[in-house]
């Protein structure tokens, strides 16, 4: 919308949009688990730290500023939101959202749809496998001939492009080749930590990875939030 700052149409397309998408505006009470990890420098610097607001318990669920103008006419908006709300298809459905009602759209809008009972337990509830991703870990990882501290881990990004998973796909038996991308590069990292860290042969590993469920569910309709399943491998 021509001659308006940005941050009130957002504004009240945020408004709008919150209407459907009620909890985003609540509390949550209760939630199991740490505080979220890893830190992300640079952070405070494309969003203010509302105080009060960083927690996951008795925090807003989503903060959204839009404040910088840039001298190209563009703005910065940045959001912060409850991850225990809904997975990353979610979000971009809410912000999608957002754009339209700003847009001047509502009407072509895809209503969200807040259920959990994909993920509810049976009732009456009972145990059906053990998660050993729950288990305690203790403070070192040790092995015959090397001990590896948590606290001493340094953090690195790697990319993999159609070059790097052909010549990867290169290296196995031709009986393997017919793997897919994600069986291939978990167990190229698993091989190549468990080298790094000289595992003993037989010592219990595990390995956990973030992946999008929604596939391995029942069909979900649009509008549907679902949270993101971490799965997790051992290996003796």
């Known amino acids: ?43 405070d610097e494309l ?24 001298k190209c006419g563009g703005f910065i908006f940045a959001l912060r939101f409850n991850h225990t709300m809904c997975d990353g298809p979610g979000l971009k459905q809410f912000v999608s959202s957002v754009a339209a009602m700003a847009r001047g759209e509502a009407t072509h809008l895809i209503l969200p749809v807040w259920e959990r009972h994909l993920l509810d ?3 009456p509830p009972r145990v059906t496998l053990t998660h050993h991703e729950y288990d305690e870990v203790e403070a070192t990882v040790t ?35 017919h793997c897919t991308k994600f069986e291939l590069l978990t167990a190229f990292l698993w091989r190549c930590r468990s080298l790094a860290i000289n595992l003993h042969p037989h010592e219990e590993v595990r390995m956990l990875c973030v992946v999008n469920a929604r596939s391995r569910m029942e069909p979900l309709s649009c509008g549907r939030d679902t949270m993101v399943t971490l799965l997790c491998f051992r290996q003796q």
């Open 121 to 123: 337990a049976p009732d």
């Open 1 to 43: 919308m021509k001659g308006k700052h940005p941050a009130e149409v957002i504004r009240t397309a945020l408004a709008e949009t919150l209407v459907l998408y009620y909890p985003f505006a609540g509390r949550l009470r209760e939630m199991f688990g740490d505080a979220l990890q890893p830190p992300f420098p640079c952070f």
């Open 143 to 177: 092995t015959t001939t090397t001990s590896l501290p948590f606290d001493n881990v340094v953090q690195c990004s790697f990319f993999f492009g159609p070059a790097q998973v052909s010549l990867l796909r290169r290296l196995l038996p031709l009986h393997l080749r």
């Open 47 to 70: 969003l203010f730290d509302v105080p009060g607001s960083d927690g996951i318990l008795n925090c807003p669920l989503l903060l959204i500023q839009v404040v910088t103008r840039l």
